[in-house]
């Protein structure tokens, strides 16, 4: 589990002996990553399980490589959004990330060679794009917006 913070990290959580006293789950912090200059606003593990990606206030998206011993590597910094950049979501099947933004904007990010790169750029809200939600396949998503609408997308289609 990834848990976002004001002090421009991400603290890094894994599954601890279970309390037999309170019964549930307990969780210890394992890591932390860092590198944001602002605080995290979202972080979002691949479907894959093989990337974290954290956003943040300071225009960033940053990849993380994740690791067992949660020792994780960023792998990519990500910074074509020209405002904050508010909430992530994989695409559920395939290691593809989408980023909204407070500059109006969706950005879908992929692998390219060794590195990430924006393949795409959403445009059609008026405001900032709080967060999107795909369907359970992948096949379309939802965005939701200050300028009070609600778009659908299908992947690499304009917006409906």
Sequence with gaps: M????????TSLWREAAPDDERGGLNFECAGMVSGHENEVKCAAFSPSGDYLATCSRDKSVWIFETDKSF???CVSLLQSHTQDVKFLRWHPSQDVLFSCSYDDSVKVWAPD?????CKETLVGHESTVWCLSFDPVGARFATCSDD?????WAPGAAAK
Excluded: C, N
């Excluded at 990834?2 to 990290?9: E, G, L």
């Excluded at 009070?148 to 659908?152: A, N, P």
């Design 2 to 9: 990834a848990v976002t913070s004001f002090d421009a990290t």
């Design 113 to 117: 060679g060794d590195d990430w790169s």
């Design 71 to 73: 020792e994780y590597e």
């Design 148 to 152: 009070r609408t609600l778009r659908v």
